[in-house]
DNA sequence: ACACGTGTTGGATCGTCGCTCCATTCGTGG
DNA sequence: CCACGAATGGAGCGACGATCCAACACGTGT
């Protein structure tokens, strides 16, 4: 005789720590560093917290859910890190784009998230920065606007782009020197003659730097602003 | 006695009509654009074209790959019909853009695609162009890179926006205004004394075109770009 | 002490997905 | 005429997100 009824399942022991959405998410962010978006997976976050799906759900509306307030922790922060407001709005916008830059660059699944559900409250703060900023840099009404939002568009073209890139490391290649090397092998078999730029592209792919081409389309962006004060 | 064995199930007869990738493709297109990304199942597909999933298999490698040639074959093409050279390179970029622009936004799911395999080699040709009119502009050398790989992130993260508010378009609301209008209520809530710039954001979405504003970020970008000549 | 209610937990279970596997069929060259 | 390979249809597998409910802990009222 197992239980009172004889109908249910042997049960384990209820859990001695409190189980939160603060710890579900810590622990769904720790998954999806190490493993990429495919690693989270609600069977093993309950392995991994040694509790079931009810507990879960419990906490957590959905998967979406889940990943939405990943991705909110994973970002807030970005903007308070590099609002002093001592420096020039021009120092101010780059150091903003590249705390995101970097916060994605570390995070990657990230990226993939915001491109499926961007207006996050989360990048409502950087949004509203880099609004202030461009103001500040004397643009003024509906050019603000569309100042503020090409480049928050920019940003997060970059780091979809990083985040595929990511995945794609993550996935076959062994490290990023031999994956570098077989992308630059496979941009070289690229005929000469019908893409001539993409091909030159392709030599320089070795000695290219995400991080530095990242600023460096800021700094068009910024300057192509300054034309509309 | 169904059949000789009796073991093998009874079967269909073999269909009239060849099945062929390029079938195959088109179908999902079609699936893609009526239902978005989730409408597209193996199984649906194989209801729709009265046939098994080793057919499809046969001449798909998996569902990536028939995601793949369906983003391929909406995009191929774009950069062919602006490409007449005539006109000046300032001109054709912000026509190649707004094709680019165009296609994606009349199919959105390839937006959410690109951002998950990058570097197709439809991509290839606008990346090509893109650079080749950059050189026309005057630019040179590394800048070339940095610039043509800034304007394809800009209209990729742009497209990558579209299509994710396009998903939310073909989900809940039942049009475009009252879409537009939910937003616009929702992002009227946002605290004023937070968000100045986000509020006053919110007061000019109605009167907001997606289109125009992404032509104005090419022309920001253009306008930058004229300065590293 | 005890019963009750409410918030929490664990896990069996469901429907669907992408994909594999194999028996079967058709077309065609020897 | 037949053998063989390309093409086809569909049963079945494992994994997924999500639902549902019985079991549990614990504060509160009596």
Do not use: C
């Not at 420096?87 to 994605?104: G, H």
């Not at 993939?112 to 559900?117: E, L, M, T």
């Not at 990023?176 to 941009?187: D, G, K, S």
């Amino acid at each position: 005789m197992a239980n009172r009824t004889g109908q249910g399942p042997a049960r384990a022991p209820r859990r001695a720590d409190g189980l939160s959405r603060e710890l579900i998410i810590r622990t769904a962010i720790d998954m999806l560093d190490s493993g990429g978006e495919k690693a989270l997976t609600l069977r093993a976050l309950t392995v991994r917290l040694r509790t079931g799906y009810g507990a879960i759900y419990h906490h957590v509306a959905d998967k979406d859910d889940l990943l939405a307030a990943a991705a909110d922790q994973v970002i807030t922060g970005v903007t308070a890190s590099t609002a002093d407001g001592s420096s020039d709005p021009r120092t101010a916008l780059r150091a903003l784009a590249l705390s995101l830059f970097d916060a994605i660059d570390a995070h990657p699944w990230v990226g993939a998230d915001f491109s499926r559900q961007p207006w996050r409250p989360a990048l409502l703060d950087f949004y509203e920065s880099v609004g202030r900023l461009v103001g500040d840099l004397g643009v003024q009404h509906e050019a603000r606007f569309d100042a503020a939002g090409a480049l928050v568009n920019y940003v997060l073209g970059v780091a979809a782009q990083n985040a595929a890139n990511a995945r794609l490391l993550a996935g076959g290649a062994a490290d990023r020197e031999t994956f570098l090397e077989n992308a630059a092998q496979q941009w070289a078999q690229i005929d000469p003659g019908r893409y001539p730029f993409v091909h030159a592209a392709a030599t320089h792919l070795s000695e290219h730097d995400d991080r530095e081409q990242f600023l460096v389309g800021v700094d068009i962006f910024l300057a192509g602003v300054a034309t509309l004060r």
